[in-house]
C-alpha cells in the first residue's frame, strides 16, 4: 500500500477508519464462513452424503446462533463490542483448525461440533459488526438517519456478497489445495485478521458504563419485540425453500449437477447482496412511514412466494426467475430491517438489543431449515414455497404493529 493511500486513510474522521476495519473484519469472516459451508458440503458429498445428511450438519450451526446472539449482545454490552468481534475470530480459528484432523477423525459429531462454533463465531462477529455501526454513526446531525441507514445498508449487503464469493473461493481452494489446505488457508488468514484488530480496533466499543444486569437481555421495546417477530418469519419464510429443498429438488429432479446447484446459490446470494447495498434507494418507491413501509415491502414478498407457489415446478426456468425476483425482493425487506433495529436500539446498549433482535433471525434460519427438510420429504418444493408465502404474510401482519409515526425512521428516507 502506497504512502499516499496510507496518507488518505490517516486524514479521514475516526469513525470512519474504525468503520473501514470493522467492514474488512466482517468481510474476512464472512468469506470464510462462506466458503467453509461449501467445502464441507462439496466434502462430504463426495463421502457419499445425502444433500439432506449434509445439511443436518449445519444444525448446530443454527442452533448455536440463537443461542450466541442473546448472550453476545449482553456480552458486547459489558465488555466491549471489539472483544466480542475479536472474540468471534479467534473462535472461527478454532473451528478451523478442528478441521485439519486427519480425514479419518472426520467424524459426523466432530464436524457438528466444529459447525456449532462457527456458527458461535459468526454471530458473535455480526452482532458486534452491526452494533458499532450505531455507535460510530454521529447522531447530532441533521441527516443521522440517512448516514446510518446507508451504513447498514453496505455492511449488511457487501457481507451477503462475499458470503457468495467465498462459495466460490471454497470450491476453488478444494480443487487447487484439498480440504486441509484450503482449511489451513482460511485459518492463517483469519489469524492475521485477528492481530490487525487487536492493535487497531478500539478499545470499549459499545462498552455499556453500568454493566447491564443478564436478566435485561429480554426487556425490550415494543417497536423491537414487533420487528424482532417479523425478523423471525421473514428469515424462516426464505430458508424453508433454500436451504435444503430447493439444492435436492434441482440435483433429483432435473438432474443438475452439483457445480450447478452451487453456483446459482452464489448468485442467488451475492446478487442479494448488492441489492441490498442498494436498499436505500430502493426504499423510496414506496412512500410511508416505518410501519407502512416494512409491511408494504413484505406483503409485495408475499405476493410474490403465492405466484412462485402456484408455478408448474416442470418449468425450472421460470422458477429460478421466480426465486432471483423473491431475493430482489428479500434483500429490500432484510436491509430495511437491518436499518430498522439499529435505529430503535438505545445508543446505550445497542448490542443487547441487535443481539436480541438477530436472535430471532437465527431462531427464523433453524426453523426454516427444519422445516425445508421435513416438508420437501413429505410435500415436496411447492408446500415449501406455500409456508414461505404464509410466513411472510404473517411478517407482514406483525409490522402493523411497529410504531406508527416514526417519521425519522421512515419517511424522511422514503
Known sequence: MSDSVLSRIRALPFEVRQYMLITGNYWAFTITDGALRMLVVLHFHQLGYSPFEIAMLFLFYEAFGVVTNLVGGWLGARLGLNRTMNMGLAIQIVALSMLLVPAGMLSVVWVMIAQALSGIAKDLNKMSAKSAVKVLVPSDSANANSALYRWVAMLTGSKNALKGLGFFVGGVLLTLVGFRGAVLVMALMLCVVLMLSLWRLKADLGRQKRKPKFSEIFSKSRAINVLSAARLCLFASRDVWFVVALPVFLYDQHGWTHWTVGGLLAIWIIGYGGVQTQAPRLTRLIKGDARVLTASWAAALAVLAIALALLPLAQVG?????????????????????????????????????????????????????????????????????FAAALVAASAIMALALPADDSSAGASLA
Do not use: E, K, P, Q
Not at 332 to 345: K, P, R
Not at 356 to 379: C, D, E, K, P, Q
Open 318 to 386: 421460470w422458477l429460478v426467475v421466480g426465486l432471483l425476483a423473491f431475493g430482489v425482493l428479500f434483500a429490500i425487506n432484510s436491509s430495511w430491517h437491518s436499518y430498522l433495529i439499529v435505529h430503535y436500539a438505545r445508543a446505550d446498549g445497542v448490542s443487547m438489543d441487535v443481539g436480541f433482535y438477530y436472535m430471532a433471525n437465527a431462531m427464523g434460519r433453524l426453523i426454516g431449515t427444519l422445516l425445508s427438510g421435513w416438508l420437501y420429504m413429505a410435500f415436496g418444493l411447492s408446500a415449501c414455497l406455500w
